[in-house]
């Protein structure tokens, strides 16, 4: 069983199948679920190949895949190699021990049982974002995620966070009419910025069109305003209709915590053999960018499609696989 059904759990689940394991794939959300959570607009780093999985040719007209082009594209993927995915239901707990694992899944208030000779735990970190735990954080105008701005027209917003998402989203807000401004607590932008973001982004800021607060951090949200605080203690309160807390995410490791697999306090990895992915509990892996714990820009689809085969190998008996690595440093999609 491969829990979470984004690329690296669909890669995975195909080599497994190609293997002659039987296979299935179980999601609390969609196929790719995470990817229909980028803004609507957003186009990835990557090229088409090396986004593709199974050898399944990933053809697109541009040179770079757009959020459409990749879930057109996953969705053939399941088609094609004929995978078994079972979408909006949650495992909930695993029991037992290998070969023998009992895994335990709720769907619209129905559970069900399913056995496993191994489980492939592939949740991603979308949907666990970094809080700031500062008042206001729960309000309904405050969100972690960013999908489009026509709903900010004329709204004053306020976008803390100092990566691709928060440049990008700064950018499609001001496009749609909104009054931006972005907060981060560095000098500038703590992670690389997509070559063709960068540039626009400072010069909507030299003009004037965005707003900028380098070296503030948020302190707490209202109805009307964030609280900010600059590095001497002086304060300053920002109007925001809407606030976005682009902060990141921290990987699910939930229902590792519950089979009694050490997470690291300091890294967020789980204890596993890098070589199997095979965690302190056997049987059990791990796949995509739990792998990297609170390190999220260490794991992407271009390298963590390989992970099913190191797995693979370590159910089947074999040598783990020598498997490409990925150089470059990219965030978010």
Known sequence: MVVGAGPCGLATAITAQRAGLSTI???AGCVVNAITQYPVQATFFSTAEKL????????IAEPKP???????????VVHHFGLTVRQYERVTAIQGQAPAFEVITERRGATRTLSARAVVVATGYWGSPNLLGIPGEELPHVSHAYREGHYAFQQDVVVVGGGNSAAEAA???WRCG??????????TFDKKIKPWVLPDF???????????????????????????????GGTERLPADHVLLL???????DLLRTLGVPIDPHTGIPAHDPA?????????????VVTAGYDANKVFIENGRYHGERIVARILGGPPPAVPGVSRDLDGG
Request: proline residues 5%; neutral net charge; hydrophobic residues 45%.
């Open 202 to 232: 400072t010069n909507r800021v030299a003009e004037g069109s965005i707003q900028v607060r380098w070296g503030r951090r948020a302190t707490a949200i209202d109805a009307d305003h964030v609280a900010v605080r600059d590095e001497a």
């Open 25 to 27: 794939v179980v999601d």
């Open 247 to 253: 902060t990141g995410y921290a990987p699910n490791t």
């Open 276 to 288: 199997t992915l095979e965690t302190s509990v056997p049987g059990v892996f791990i796949a995509g």
């Open 66 to 76: 757009t959020r459409r082009d990749a879930l057109v594209y996953y969705r053939a």
């Open 178 to 187: 909104a009054r931006v401004t972005l907060v981060h607590f560095g000098p």
């Open 52 to 59: 593709s999985l199974g050898g399944l040719p990933f053809v």
């Open 171 to 173: 950018l499609d807000l």
